[in-house]
């Protein structure tokens, strides 16, 4: 058993060692020709480094009373089998969320009983004894400074946004029962403290922190398209970017730190997309979903039942096949050339798309009279003056958004276009020949993809129709288009 978690211990450290080369060398890829990912400097890297190890490798000794050796192998699965590691590269001051969150729990967690090892604590351990004895304090700290540190580092996130206020749920729950009330009164004066000096100094001011808190839009439809792609959208879905979450399915909700994270991310997750039911990525998204980071920090601890490094290494090996362009090219910018991320794998391609966020990766707009027109990937693009092209040899995923049903749409293309349209989502019509070589295609169209109110549209719902469209046999150029409502005139219409 030792020699396990020796060896776990050893790959954890070899991983954080050769993340420490991509923090220096991957500046220098990010300004080279085709990367558009922001450049990041290598101090902030650095630090973002360095605050993920020490929250790690804390959470490692915190879980041994639960885990026993299989302790670094967990935190090994989830830092490496999840978008974090290239976070810390293109993303480091979303890890800083994490990393606070990670060491709130480990201080109120990390307390062996006075005398006993901390190996040597039964599984299910939580910081108390079943007669009540006290828990000793660990690192020399005294117990209401230790939880009022733990406090002010969760309320790193809450600055961020309010909805990770819903994590003060999980640290109360996690606090050791016998101490539960006076240690709860240090970490919330603690925690405010830091919070308001947060909000109203380094934060940008109050004003910036309450933007959200006005009444929001409450509609069931979009609340419910929103859930489900905050968890397996195609960008910044978390059980494709941060899989090693599952692991909340051997969660033991007896114990009562496993269910009171539990519960903290769930108010946290559904309070971001009802504040936030247009941004809850929280910005355009470089790299996957940064307003996960925080809860996922929190998940580290859902851990109320044994894990054996068998079930970690069978959740490892589709968590690397999820991130598979980031193992190919770790250092590589996560956006492409067009913008579009390149981090998603062809056939992640294929889930949903999270069509209610105001920005996406490679996601652009374009109007066209009254239709709203969404290209979800480089196939497709705009010009000046909103012109569209479309890349004759390539398929184009896009989304028309009516403020009504349409039967039918009518697409013209260029001179350059074939006379054979692929059409996926919708069914292809008529086809029209115009002298100057231009070529119209009737689209009729099935019922809407999505019905749900939008950033533009307050609280009424537009229809919204996912389109595949693929000119064959066109060549490799690029070819302008338009979308109207409407099918192609008819003799004698």
């Not at 085709?34 to 879980?63: D, I």
């Not at 006993?116 to 400074?145: F, I, K």
């Not at 009022?148 to 999980?170: K, Q, S, Y």
């Not at 997750?269 to 998204?285: E, K, Y």
Request: proline share 7%.
């Amino acid at each position: 058993m030792k020699t396990q978690s020796g060896l776990g211990w050893v790959v954890l450290a070899a991983g954080f060692a050769a993340l420490l080369v991509g923090v220096w060398m991957a500046p220098s890829l990010a300004v080279s020709p085709g990367h558009h990912a922001p450049v990041v400097s290598s101090w902030l890297r650095l630090l973002s480094w360095g605050a993920l190890v020490l929250a790690a490798f804390a959470s490692a000794l915190t879980l041994r009373g639960r885990l026993g050796p299989a302790a670094p192998w967990c935190l090994t699965v989830f830092v490496f089998g999840s978008a974090t590691w290239a976070m810390v590269l293109w993303q480091p001051l979303a890890v800083f969320s994490l990393t606070a969150v990670a060491l709130a729990f480990c201080l109120m967690l990390y307390a062996p009983v006075a005398g006993v090892a901390a190996a040597d604590l039964p599984q299910m351990y939580d910081g108390g004894l079943d007669d009540g004895t006290e828990v000793a304090p660990s690192g020399g700290l005294g117990r209401g400074l230790r939880f009022a540190l733990a406090g002010a580092l969760l309320a790193v996130p809450a600055v961020w946004h309010p909805a990770f206020l819903g994590l003060f749920i999980a640290g109360f729950a996690a606090l050791p029962y016998t101490t539960r009330r006076r240690a709860a009164t240090a970490l919330f004066l603690g925690a405010g403290l830091v919070l308001a000096g947060g909000v109203l100094g380094l934060g940008g001011g109050l004003e910036r922190w309450t933007a959200d808190l006005h009444l929001p839009l409450l509609d069931a439809h979009l609340l419910g398209w929103n859930l489900a792609w905050f968890f397996v959208g195609r960008q910044a879905g978390a059980l494709i970017y941060f899989l090693p979450l599952v692991v909340a399915l051997f969660a033991d909700l007896r114990d009562r730190t496993s269910a009171g994270v539990l519960l903290g991310v769930a108010v946290s997750t559904i309070l971001l997309v009802v504040l936030r039911p247009f941004d809850w990525v929280l910005g355009p998204s470089v790299l996957a979903g940064p307003s996960f980071l925080p809860l996922y920090g929190a998940l580290w601890f859902l851990t109320g039942r044994t894990v054996r490094p068998a079930l970690l290494f069978a959740i490892a090996a589709p968590a690397l096949a999820l991130l598979w362009p980031l193992v190919q090219s770790p250092l590589s910018s996560p956006l492409g050339s067009d913008g579009a991320a390149r981090y998603v794998t062809p056939w992640i391609a294929r889930l949903p798309v999270e069509v209610s966020q105001r920005e996406l990766p490679g996601v652009r707009d374009a109007e066209s009279g009254a239709l709203r027109i969404r290209l979800l990937d480089g196939a497709a693009w705009t010009e000046s003056m909103g012109a569209l092209r479309l890349q004759g040899d390539r398929a184009a995923d896009l989304l028309v958004i009516s403020p009504d049903a349409l039967p039918a749409i009518r697409v013209e293309f260029g001179s350059r276009a074939s006379a054979r349209l692929t059409v996926t989502g919708a069914a292809a019509g008529d086809t029209a020949f115009h002298p100057d070589g231009a070529v119209g295609f009737e689209i009729l169209l099935a019922q809407p993809t999505f019905e749900l109110p939008m950033w533009w549209s307050g609280p009424s719902r537009l229809s919204v129709y996912r389109l595949g469209l693929r000119l064959n046999d066109a060549p490799a150029v690029p070819i302008p288009f338009t979308i109207k409502p409407g099918g192609l005139r008819r003799k004698g219409a």
